[in-house]
């Protein structure tokens, strides 16, 4: 037997505890060796699983040797449309309570995937926060990851040690309602810890090993780099505009109004150019501050699901 190739998505009750989602695009090297450890550790676990996989356009092969593969559930896309996207269309076809997400390229320490699972429960959300950084391209992906992660912390009020971990599991119900939230890139699972915590689900965090990827990494660093420069003012304007924008409004405000007295007493009444620049700058991010903050506020959906309590 080979996979299964699903073409229908699954909708209705879970059928199993856990689907673990795979986005794999050219990883043909390693694609069996990290799918066996996946199933390896599911195996001595008490959870029922699933392994899906979201292969879209590789070009390396990686679509022919997962269709031989025994024991995975697999949702094949003839273009290329991101990591984000997979994560997201598997997270949709998943029969599972709970969803898994995880990397392909023996980074993530996949085979303490059920450690992750036992951490689930009392919370919505658990993400494997990395002890180092191995990535690909550090030098530039630290301090942008870095900013992104103090920002993403002063939005969310809450501590985030990892905001771009690849390694998390969450209840699959809760993650339904924002779906359609979920870029297609790599920030896809930046959006998904931001959404859950502006909206009242909780996440914990879980220290974890992260070792460097096989194979050849798919970040890019320019085009990459570029989408998370976008994504801090994403999360700046559709989070918390008012938190971001207000107090330097207020700050320059202030200044240009001192700035003004100064004017109006000792320059008799000639008001400087800077003076006008300081205070309409002021005005403007108080103006599209506040326009953000009724956007945010008109658009918000009305969500049913109860977040995780503490059982008896
Ligand atoms: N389906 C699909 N999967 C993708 C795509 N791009 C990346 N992936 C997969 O998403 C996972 C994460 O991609 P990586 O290249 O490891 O990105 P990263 O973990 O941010 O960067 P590294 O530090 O290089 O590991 C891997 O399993 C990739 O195979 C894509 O366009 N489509
Ligand atoms: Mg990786």
Avoid at 4 to 24: C, F, R, S, W, Y
Avoid at 68 to 88: V, Y
Avoid at 188 to 193: A, E
Avoid at 289 to 298: E, F, N
Wanted: hydrophobic residues 40%.
């Amino acid at each position: 037997m080979s996979a299964e190739i699903i073409n229908k998505v699954h909708e209705g009750e879970p059928q199993v505890d856990v689907t673990i989602v795979l986005p794999v695009f050219n990883e043909s090297g390693h694609l069996e060796k990290e799918i066996f450890r996946v199933h390896e550790s599911m195996k001595a676990s008490e959870y029922s699983y699933e392994v899906l996989v979201v292969d879209d356009g590789s070009t390396d092969g990686s679509g022919d040797i997962l269709r031989e593969i025994d024991g995975i559930r697999l949702l094949q896309f003839a273009h290329n449309r991101g990591s984000g996207s997979a994560r997201k269309y598997g997270t949709l076809a998943a029969r599972g309570r709970i969803v898994v997400w995880t990397d392909v390229d023996m980074s993530y320490p996949n085979d303490q995937i059920p450690a992750l699972l036992d951490e689930l429960d009392h919370y919505d959300q658990v993400v494997g926060a990395r002890r180092t950084e191995e990535g690909t391209i550090r030098l530039l992906r630290r301090p942008a990851k870095w900013f992104i992660r103090k920002l993403a912390t002063y939005l969310s009020g809450t501590t985030i040690p990892d905001l771009n971990s690849g390694f998390r599991a969450f209840r699959r119900d809760v993650a339904l309602q924002f779906l359609y939230l979920l870029p297609a890139g790599f920030s896809c699972v930046t959006t998904i810890t931001m959404t859950f915590l502006s909206n009242g689900y909780s996440v914990k965090y879980v220290p974890i090993d992260y070792a460097p990827r096989e194979g050849e990494s798919k970040f890019h660093w320019w085009k990459d780099t570029r989408r998370y420069l976008l994504q801090v003012v994403r999360m700046v304007l559709s989070y918390s505009p008012l938190k971001v924008l207000m107090p330097p409004a207020i700050f320059l405000g202030l200044v240009g109004t001192g700035k003004l007295i100064f004017d109006l007493y000792d320059k008799d009444f000639r008001i400087g150019t800077n003076t006008i620049v300081l205070l309409g700058i002021a005005v403007s991010l108080s103006l599209l501050g506040m326009l953000a903050d009724l956007l945010v506020q008109v658009n918000k959906k009305r969500h049913d699901v109860l977040p995780a309590t503490i059982g008896r």
